[in-house]
């Protein structure tokens, strides 16, 4: 069965650090590229970040761009995501999700599995 979990999430001032973690299971790791989504109340589904399976590079959108980065760790079949100088406009519910063959970048209709989702929320 093939699971994403993510965990780390929780309350941030603004200006703080959090670290999000995503344990896979039940694929081959290596064969995906791992991307990290978030979803604000009323606002659409948007990529934050991803690390390519093909060479370990990693991207990132513009408005996390400096302040946060995202590594793995193929031995634990795990990824995560640094969120340093965090902003309220941070705050939604982020995912890790699966992306077979890559490709997808941070188009999240094109990434097989998902998780189910972690909170942040960063106050003012």
């Known amino acids: 069965e093939v699971q994403l979990v993510e965990s780390g999430g929780g309350l941030v001032q603004a200006g703080g650090s959090l670290r999000l973690s995503c344990a896979a299971s039940g694929f081959t790791f290596a064969d995906y590229d791992i991307g990290w989504f978030r979803q604000a109340p009323g606002k659409e589904r948007e990529g934050v970040s991803f690390?390519?399976?093909?060479?370990?590079?990693?991207y990132y959108a513009d408005s996390v761009k400096g302040r946060f980065t995202m590594s793995s760790d193929n031995a634990k079949n795990a990824v995560y995501l640094q969120m340093n100088s965090v902003k309220p406009e941070d705050t939604a519910v982020y995912y890790c999700?699966?992306?077979w063959g890559g490709g997808g970048q941070f188009e999240g209709r094109l990434y097989d599995y998902w998780g189910q989702g972690t909170q942040v929320t960063v106050s003012s």
């Open positions: 690390i390519s399976a093909f060479d370990g590079s990693t």
């Open positions: 999700a699966a992306d």
